[in-house]
Nanobody, 123 residues
């Protein structure tokens, strides 16, 4: 089983990035997927979640209207389009897979995790 994130970079405030999470080794289409982020010294927090079909999504208030989560089950990949990036978005972005749909950000329900990709927003 693998979840591999990519697309992180150093960008300036106001710019955009698109992150990808490529899955392998499990039946991607049966798992709900989420993006979390973790900044130094802070707890891992839920950024966005998408159900297994892609029909339902959830966003943290801090990113609502700026970030969009999507998935392509045929390509076993989840995406996070991040627009109007702010310095406070700086963190390692990590994808997780779970069989249990939840918007509470409970880390314990996640079966698989990636290692993360660094996003730095700075002028």
């Amino acid at each position: 089983v693998q979840l591999v994130e990519s697309g992180g970079a150093l960008v300036q405030p106001g710019e955009s990035l698109r992150l990808s999470c490529a899955a392998s080794g499990f039946t991607f289409s049966t798992y709900h997927m989420s993006w979390f982020r973790q900044a130094p010294g802070r707890e891992r927090e839920l950024v966005a979640a998408i159900d297994n079909s892609g029909g339902s999504t959830h966003y943290a208030n801090s990113v609502k209207g700026r970030f969009t989560v999507s998935r392509d089950n045929a390509k076993e990949t989840m995406f996070l389009q991040m627009n109007s990036l702010k310095p406070e978005d700086t963190a390692v972005y990590i994808c997780g897979a779970t069989r249990r749909w939840s918007i509470a950000g409970n880390l314990k329900i996640y079966d698989y995790w990636g290692l993360g990709t660094q996003v730095t927003v700075s002028s």
